[in-house]
């Protein structure tokens, strides 16, 4: 199976502040990269997907990028309601597998 | 707006099964996979399988591949998820989720209780 390993687990921001989290995939997956973001009890978000492609309806605060084994989220000015826990995924290859997730809190 | 309407809570005693649905709507049924995901409390998302509602074609991950069936009613745009020989590290909340290429909708969550 193919591992993500998502860094940092956790990572404390100011509204406003410039916010990046990394997924690494543990062998190529090309661009078959997802993010998702999920608030405590809801279900995940799509945000992203093709490593870069902004899902419909999703601000263009969030962007991604990256190909191969190493991506990156972005979201350029914090706001609260961007407060959340953000997975990536890969879907190259099956089983999907998720990265372990990034809480991101306020400061 | 594409809607995934998931089955209530449930609470099951230990070696017992669980029918999770998804009623699936504003959207051509049979035009897109669903895969169901799995979220222990405090732990991070799970996939367990994805079934074509087309033609019921299934793959399974390999963790559930005894225990696990999804099929489909294409007459209600339902899909189920069975777990079957349930244990205390099943309890989670269960979510299917649309795919076109890839995942871009979630159902609301439906969390099963595995309790004795």
């Known amino acids: 199976d193919i591992q993500m390993t998502q860094s940092p687990s956790s990572l404390s921001a100011s509204v406003g502040d410039r916010v990046t989290i990394t997924c690494r995939a543990s062998?190529?997956?090309?661009?078959?990269l997802a993010w998702f973001q999920q608030k405590p009890g809801k279900a995940p978000k799509s945000l992203i997907y093709?490593?870069?492609s902004l899902q419909s309806g999703v601000p263009s605060k969030f962007s991604g990028s990256g190909s191969g084994t190493d991506f990156t989220l972005t979201i350029s000015s914090l706001q609260p309601e961007d407060f959340a826990t953000y997975y990536c995924?890969?879907?190259?290859?099956?089983?999907?597998?998720f990265g372990g997730g990034t809480k991101v809190e306020i400061k | 707006q594409v809607q995934l309407v998931q089955s209530g809570a449930e609470v099951k005693k230990p070696g017992a099964s669980v029918k999770v649905s998804c009623k699936a709507s504003r959207y051509t049924f049979t035009s897109y996979h669903m895969h169901w995901v799995r979220q222990a409390p405090g732990q991070g998302l799970e996939w367990m399988g994805i079934?074509?509602?087309?033609?019921?074609?299934?793959s399974y991950a390999q963790k559930f591949q005894d225990r696990i069936t999804m099929t489909r009613d294409t007459s209600t745009r339902t899909v189920y998820m069975e777990l079957s020989s349930l244990r205390s590290e099943d309890t989670a909340v269960y979510y299917c989720?649309?795919?076109?290429?890839?995942?871009?909708?979630w159902g609301q969550g439906t969390l099963v209780t595995v309790s004795s």
């Open positions: 079934i074509n509602p087309s033609d019921g074609s299934t």
């Open positions: 062998q190529d997956i090309r661009n078959y």
């Open positions: 093709a490593a870069s």
């Open positions: 989720a649309r795919d076109g290429v890839h995942i871009d909708s």
């Open positions: 995924q890969q879907y190259n290859i099956y089983p999907l597998t």
